[in-house]
């Protein structure tokens, strides 16, 4: 019976230390900014990915680990749109969202968009346009994530 109760206690204090995953839903839905091409046109069709950098983050994508992708696509009748969810695992690094058409890319993150550090309990971050207030390859407008 000790051996059982001792194996129980052991099972619970290691599954409360381990990480626990964070929702991560990143957007740009109706209502936020559209992903437009350099002349200014919604967006279409294209692949959006979500990661983080090894190192400072850079145009030429060095160092960036995808961690989880969705498509560029109408949602609500709406061009230019993209809608994804993860879990993540918590490990303080700075989320960033790449765009790539057969026409432009961009690069764009939030100052507000940071994993936690530290394990605990359940998390969930929404990472939406409207948002982005940093852009690498790409201009950030009032109304839109331009890419270049």
């Not at 960036?64 to 109408?74: C, N, P």
């Not at 230019?80 to 989320?95: D, E, H, I, Y």
């Not at 057969?102 to 530290?118: E, M, V």
Request: proline letters at 5%; aromatic letters at 6%.
């Amino acid at each position: 019976m000790k051996r059982i109760l001792a194996s129980l206690i052991l099972a619970l204090t290691l599954t409360a230390h381990s990480a626990e995953p964070v929702l991560v839903a990143y957007m740009a839905a109706p209502g936020e900014r559209t992903v437009t091409l350099p002349n200014g046109q919604p967006a279409l069709t294209g692949v959006v990915l979500i990661g983080t950098f090894t190192g400072a983050p850079n145009a030429q994508l060095r160092g960036f680990t995808v961690l989880h992708g969705t498509s560029l696509r109408r949602i609500a009748g709406q061009p230019g749109r993209f809608a994804g969810m993860v879990n993540l695992q918590p490990t303080g690094q700075k989320l960033w969202v790449f765009v790539r058409t057969a026409n432009g890319a961009g690069l764009f993150s939030s100052s507000a968009w940071t994993l936690p550090a530290a394990e605990g309990v359940f998390v969930s971050m929404f990472c939406v346009a409207s948002d982005i207030d940093q852009a690498i390859a790409g201009e950030v407008t009032a109304q839109a994530l331009v890419l270049k």
